[in-house]
Structures are given as structure tokens and as C-alpha cells.
T-cell receptor, first 118, second 110 residues
């Protein structure tokens, strides 16, 4: 089945040690998103790719970077994780028409990666 | 800008109805509704794209009042499986991104 896959499901890293989370999709969607969700809070958009165009949210810390080498894969790099970065990281995809002006299509979410920072 | 949801939490008995509201201070061009169970990813419920649009399946429906910049989600004759946190997400014109409200936690008791 076509889907959005995130690996690993659980990730433990040490304070300050770089970590990379991965997301792949078989839906051939042109938009990919990374959301951070802390306990009992709403998913917070970090950035998204529209095709190869990278769109960073204004309040996303510089500590968070992303790469999208091709349509299917997207990575979230946390250069120096702090205790406050412990959260669930959700990858999502959608199909969007350029210049359509509206969020026409639903988001497909991966199962998420729960990041712990020790 | 993050939409505002109300109420923040609801506790119901099985079979009762609930309404969850979502409002924005900015013009709304689309409203998404998702449900998330603890430890799982959000699951899509429905999208409303036009003012005045109403949608529904099973006993869950929603409306979109574009002029008032708000949407409401209606759950009728609630079932235990409806428990979870409901998020509305709003899209802005020209931006292919979705910003979620703070969520409404719904608890259904037998």
C-alpha cells in the first residue's frame, strides 16, 4: 500500500549529539512537511518542501535543518539536540497544485518518530 | 497564525453529542479536521473548501462559515471510538501549508 514511512519509530540521542530522522513516501506527492509535536500540544510546522522549494517557518530554530534529495525522501537533521527538542516528529505529505492558492488536499501522516534526548 | 479551538476538553457519555469550534482571526480558505489518538499520528476526517460548505460521514459532520472565519465539527450519538484529540487545520491563500489549532480532547465514557 502507498504510504508515508518514518524511521525509526523511537530515537534516543544524547544532548548535543546530531541526529537525523527520515521519512519516505510512495504516494509521489510533491509537498512534504515536518511537524514537531510535544506532549498534549498541537503539531507545530517546522518547514515544508514544495517540490524542491524549501519553506522554513519563521520561528523554526536554526538547529533544525532539512534535506529532500528526491521526491520520495525527506530528512530532518537536528544539529545539536537540546532537552527541549524531545518530542514526536511527524512527517506528512500532500499533493498540491502550484498557484492553486488553497490547501486542497488532505495530509497523509507517517507514524512519527518519538525523539528522546538524554 | 494558529486557529483557536473551543472547548479545550469535552467529556461525554456514549451516545451524547458534541460540537467543536475552530476560529481564525485571518481569512480562511480551507479548513481541515483531524483526529489523533494517544501515541498515534493524526488521521484525516474531512476538508471544507468553500464558505457554507457542509460535509459529513457516519455521524461526524462539519460546517464552514467563511464570513465568520470559523468552522464547527459535529459528533452525534458519540461512540467510544470517537475518543481522541481533534485538531482543526487552516490553510492560507497561496501557501501550501497547514497550521493546526491547539486541539480539543474528547473523552467518551461508557
Amino acid at each position: 500500500d502507498a504510504m508515508v514511512i518514518q524511521n525509526p519509530r523511537y530515537q534516543v540521542t544524547q544532548f548535543g549529539k546530531p541526529v537525523t530522522l527520515s521519512c519516505s513516501q510512495t504516494l509521489n506527492h510533491n509537498v512534504m512537511y515536518w511537524y514537531q509535536q510535544k506532549s498534549s500540544q498541537a503539531p507545530k510546522l517546522l518547514f515544508h518542501y514544495y517540490d524542491k522549494d524549501f519553506n522554513n517557518e519563521a520561528d523554526t530554530p536554526d538547529n533544525f535543518q532539512s534535506r529532500r534529495p528526491n521526491t520520495s525522501f525527506c530528512f530532518l537533521d537536528i544539529r545539536s539536540p537540546g532537552l527541549g527538542d524531545a518530542a514526536m516528529y511527524l512527517c506528512a505529505t500532500s499533493r498540491a497544485l502550484r498557484f492553486s492558492g488553497r490547501s486542497w488536499e488532505k495530509l497523509f501522516f507517517g507514524s512519527g518518530t518519538q525523539l528522546s534526548v538524554l | 497564525q494558529q486557529p483557536v479551538q473551543s472547548p479545550q476538553a469535552v467529556i461525554l457519555r456514549e451516545g451524547e453529542d458534541a460540537v467543536i469550534n475552530c476560529s481564525s482571526s485571518k481569512a480562511l480558505y480551507s479548513v481541515h479536521w483531524y483526529r489523533q489518538k494517544h501515541g498515534e499520528a493524526p488521521v484525516f476526517l474531512m476538508i471544507l473548501l468553500k464558505g457554507g460548505e457542509q460535509k459529513g460521514h457516519d455521524k461526524i459532520s462539519a460546517s464552514f462559515n467563511e464570513k465568520k472565519q470559523q468552522s464547527s465539527l459535529y459528533l452525534t450519538a458519540s461512540q467510544l471510538s470517537y475518543s481522541g484529540t481533534y485538531f482543526c487545520g487552516t490553510g492560507n491563500q497561496g501557501a501550501q501549508k497547514l497550521v493546526f489549532g491547539q486541539g480539543t480532547r474528547l473523552t467518551i465514557n461508557p
